[in-house]
């Protein structure tokens, strides 16, 4: 069992910055990807960035230039800088874990979300 843990949520103005932290703990055998989703109320939920292990990073066309992903392996910790914050960018936000078992099998983690929440 992998658990995450998620942190950095809050309000902010828009045009401000927040930093979000996801750290993964537990039975950890081998991350493939590890990313950010965010849902806002009445719509679906949407990838925001994602970062393979030893991949390229993706981004949603929507924050590419003003969000950046980031993962500290050692730490099995994934960063989620998010700048020029818009109103259109609050939302709950998850973390977000792709495992590979030793047996081959793979399972999705999902942290319990933060909620971002940007005033115009």
């Known amino acids: 069992q992998v658990q995450l843990v998620e942190s950095g949520g809050g309000l902010v103005q828009a045009g401000g910055s927040l930093r979000l932290s996801c750290a993964a703990s537990g039975r950890i055998f081998r991350i493939n990807t590890m990313g950010w989703y965010r849902q806002a109320p009445g719509k679906q939920r949407e990838l925001v960035a994602e970062?393979?292990?030893?991949?390229?990073?993706n981004y949603a066309d929507s924050v590419k230039g003003r969000f950046t992903i980031s993962r500290d392996v050692a730490k099995n910790t994934v960063y989620l800088q998010m700048n020029s914050l818009k109103p259109e960018d609050t939302a709950v936000y998850y973390c977000?874990?792709?495992?590979?078992?030793?047996?081959?099998?793979?399972?999705?983690?999902w942290g319990q979300g933060t909620q971002v929440t940007v005033s115009s």
């Open positions: 977000n874990l792709d495992h590979a078992n030793w047996n081959g099998g793979r399972y999705i983690y």
């Open positions: 970062i393979p292990s030893g991949g390229i990073t």
